[in-house]
């Protein structure tokens, strides 16, 4: 069964720190993994699609990377702001596209 | 991921009443999933539907649970008798590798 970890469960900064998102997962065998972002009561927005094959990727300030090996993901975010804040969720992605999903990251940054 | 459409956005039914959640995938994808989010927990994938066919079910619950994506119209999630505990917000989703989540139906049991 595959399961999605993602440490810390809340995390709250101040302005202009860079931060780390952890996300750890059992299944090697893994087709890709991706990080979204839920802002309350919203859907969810994909930020970064790490394949397979892949170490990293980066979208502005926001980079990715993936060790299937350890089975772990982290989402660094550099030079935070206040409109960062929102959950941050990293998803398996099996056969199918089928998404397994950790229960996230809830993050604030604050002035 | 303006493009997938869900509706209701919210839905308020009681106890025993029947709810119905519709999606409308991206322009030019036929398939569907749909994920079902509970209070203070991650995702779950219940079901990956094709145009008229069920791909894959397997977070699905056994009872009063279905779903349809007919030729034409949108997909459907269909909830009998709802009990409190299906309060949750239902998100659809569609795409390839990158996925694209519609907004969610937020439902809520009375």
């Known amino acids: 069964k595959q399961e999605v970890t993602q440490i810390p469960a809340a995390l709250s900064v101040p302005e202009g720190e860079n931060l780390v998102l952890n996300c750890s997962f059992t299944?090697?065998?893994?087709?890709?993994l991706q990080w979204f972002r839920q802002d309350p009561g919203k859907g969810l927005t994909s930020l970064l699609l790490?394949?397979?094959?892949?170490r990293e990727q980066t979208s502005g300030r926001l980079n990715a990377s993936l060790d299937k090996s350890s089975g772990r993901s982290t989402l660094y975010i550099a030079a935070s702001q206040p409109g960062d804040s929102a959950t941050y969720l990293c998803a398996q992605a099996g056969t199918a596209s089928k998404l397994t999903f950790g229960t996230g990251t809830r993050l604030q940054v604050t002035l | 991921n303006a493009g997938v459409m869900q509706n209701p956005r919210h839905l308020v039914r009681r106890r025993g009443q029947e709810a119905r959640l519709r999606c409308s995938p991206m322009k030019g994808h036929s398939h569907v999933y749909w994920y079902r989010q509970l209070p203070e927990e991650g995702l779950k994938f219940m079901v990956y539907l094709q145009k008229e066919n069920i791909i894959d079910e397997s977070g699905m619950p056994k009872e009063r649970f279905s779903a349809e994506f007919p030729k034409e119209g949108p997909s459907i999630l269909r909830i009998q008798q709802v009990v409190r505990g299906d309060s949750a917000a239902y998100f659809c989703a569609t795409g390839g590798e990158t996925q694209y989540f519609g907004p969610g139906t937020r439902l809520l049991v009375l």
């Open positions: 790490i394949q397979s094959s892949q």
């Open positions: 299944d090697s065998a893994i087709y890709n």
